[in-house]
């Protein structure tokens, strides 16, 4: 069954539409990155998600159930760009009372403390947390109850980098158990081997939704090839192959992914004067610029 099925839903507040006849669906397992600008639409669609903001129009259902439904909000961990937790309370107070709330043992509550890295600060304060700290908190809380689906809101916001190395970690862990993951983000570049597919927002439209591989060959953004050698070989080679010569031996090329295989093919015909070859496909940065630009005039 399909775990998150949104289909043609719109929110409107007066004359203002926020999010505009957007259609999405995400299957048990897949892990979704929601990208967008700020006012793009993804905060206000997440609360639809959750019942929080009512339907304009449209409709929108988790594994069958209605958002706002117990059914619904059983099946969900949310965890919001910005956690709140009252400073009085120990981690492990906190956890243990949402685990209470959510039905879930005392024992899943201290286990998911480990999981996040704050098994050795679970009994101090939470006034005394860093950002980072409370963040983790957050994602402990959301994954209580083992949720079918996981909504994320900038969840890496305030993470050093090896938090949030583990913290994709834990997000590979829950789609390999077939909880489904919709997370926003601004960190795109975490995002590139972290998801299966990209969905990009503008002005409350859904502007692109698909693998990271597919839209690079929608957008038909260049591919950079750069070649070093050495620098008494450098004129020669980037004449011989049209490229540009930067930093002494390295040239810089450009192709679009069909013509890669024969540019590397060129490249390796010339021999030992190749001393080494980088392939640089567009990044996501480069194709969330791309697909935001080309939907301005949508």
């Known amino acids: 069954m399909t775990t998150l099925l949104i289909e043609n839903v719109s929110k409107q507040y007066g004359k203002l539409e ?3 006849n957007v259609s999405l669906k995400i299957e048990a397992g897949e892990r979704v990155a929601l990208l967008g600008h700020n006012g793009a639409g ?3 669609l997440m609360r639809m998600i959750l019942g929080l903001t009512p339907i304009t129009s449209g409709t929108i259902s988790v594994l069958g159930a209605a958002p706002g439904s117990r059914a619904s909000r059983t099946a969900i961990g949310f965890l919001p760009e910005s956690v709140a937790f009252h400073g009085a309370l120990t981690g492990r107070e906190q956890l243990r009372h949402f685990a209470r709330l959510k039905s879930a043992t005392m024992q899943r509550a201290d286990d998911l403390l480990d999981r996040v890295g704050l098994s050795d600060a679970a ?3 939470i006034r005394t947390y860093s950002k980072g700290m409370r963040q983790r908190i957050g994602l402990a809380q959301a994954l209580l109850g083992h949720p079918k ?3 994320l ?3 890496t916001s305030g993470l050093d ?3 949030r190395h583990e913290f994709y970690d834990i997000v590979e862990e829950l789609s390999a158990g077939g909880t489904a993951v919709l997370l926003s983000s601004h960190a795109l570049t975490e995002l590139e081997t972290r998801t299966d597919r990209i969905a990009i927002m503008s002005k409350g439209k859904l502007l692109a939704d698909d693998s990271l591989a597919t839209l690079r060959q929608s957008a038909r953004l260049p591919i950079q ?3 070093t050698t050495s620098e008494a070989d450098a004129d020669r080679i980037a004449t011989e192959l049209g490229g540009e010569r930067v930093n002494g031996r390295s040239i810089t090329l450009t192709c679009q992914q069909d013509g890669k295989i024969a540019m590397l093919g060129q490249i390796t015909s010339m021999g030992a004067v190749i001393k080494d070859v980088d392939v640089i496909p567009a990044s996501l940065e480069d194709l969330y610029r791309y ?6 005039g949508a």
Not at 291 to 296: L, P, Q, T
Request: hydrophobic letters at 35%; charged letters at 30%.
């Open 161 to 163: 980098p090896i938090s």
């Open 123 to 125: 009994d101090r304060k």
């Open 153 to 155: 809101d900038e969840p």
């Open 291 to 296: 697909y935001s630009i080309a939907g301005e």
């Open 149 to 151: 689906l996981a909504l």
């Open 42 to 44: 993804k905060t206000t």
């Open 225 to 227: 090839v750069h070649v």
């Open 18 to 20: 926020t999010v505009r």
